[in-house]
């Protein structure tokens, strides 16, 4: 814990000269974000990127409780990077990994003023965006897993968990259409609760399926990988199927795009 201390000593004295300056860059990242439910994707994504498989939202009353089964836990490294922008230099070294540049996480500042992450060893709470310090009443034991509780904002929490809910009920299924690792995602709201899937064929890796208690929609899925300044991407396109495996046509076709700047593409499928 002295190396968690060091970290919270060097970013209080950082940030206490960030406002000496008027330098408010971290909570301009914060408010970056125009939709207040961005943030789902974001921690969809980075549980994706930690390969993990199940992925479970608690939604109560004056907070949101998310958690996933990720063998990878957090380390003094993922706190630092989490509590602060622009330094996630293992997810730099990893070019198919989403949340690569580590701001995306402050999309959670739209809710809350003070998310908790308690993974293995460590129960933190983020201040002032980016010090991380012990949290109050911390999780005692060694926890299997990463949680993260994101308390609502005093002065919003009934609005909040009415747009939360809502989001948690109709939950876009193609955010999971892209995903290699994530196949579920449960959700909590008091007496209600709910759950999306995505399921693959194991004859034939191509075709997926997702579920929702509304919906069930079928995708070809196509991947190709290509060379972008000497590291392997991967680019997927999907296409909806029907019952008889015929395709789809669409009215509009989202796009997904990652690729590092400067780099000019020619998709060939």
Known sequence: MEKLQEITKRRRIKTSLMEKDGDRSHQILANLYSNPTHFFMELIQNAEDEN???????????KLIFTHDSPNYFTL??????????DNEKKKEKPNMIGRFGIGFKSVYAITDKPRIISAEYDITIENYNVPVPSNNSHESYFQGTKIILPFKKEMEKKIHEILY???????????????????????????????????????????????????????????NIDVD??????????????????????????????PPKSKLTLIF
Request: aromatic share 10%; charged share 30%.
């Open 230 to 259: 000497n590291k392997i991407l991967t680019l997927k396109m999907a296409i909806q199927l029907d019952d008889e495996n015929n395709f789809i046509p669409c009215d509009a076709s989202p796009l997904f795009v990652f690729s």
């Open 77 to 86: 490294d993922d706190i630092e990077s989490i509590s602060n922008f622009g």
């Open 166 to 224: 809502k989001e948690l009920k109709h939950l876009n299924i193609n955010y999971l259409l892209f995903l290699t690792s994530v196949k579920e995602i449960d959700w909590i709201a008091g007496d209600e609760k709910g759950k999306y899937r995505r399921d693959v064929q194991k004859n034939n890796i191509r075709y997926v399926k997702l579920q929702s208690p509304e919906t069930s929609l079928k995708y070809y899925l196509l991947t190709k």
């Open 52 to 62: 993990a498989e199940n992925i479970k939202f608690t939604l109560e009353k004056d």
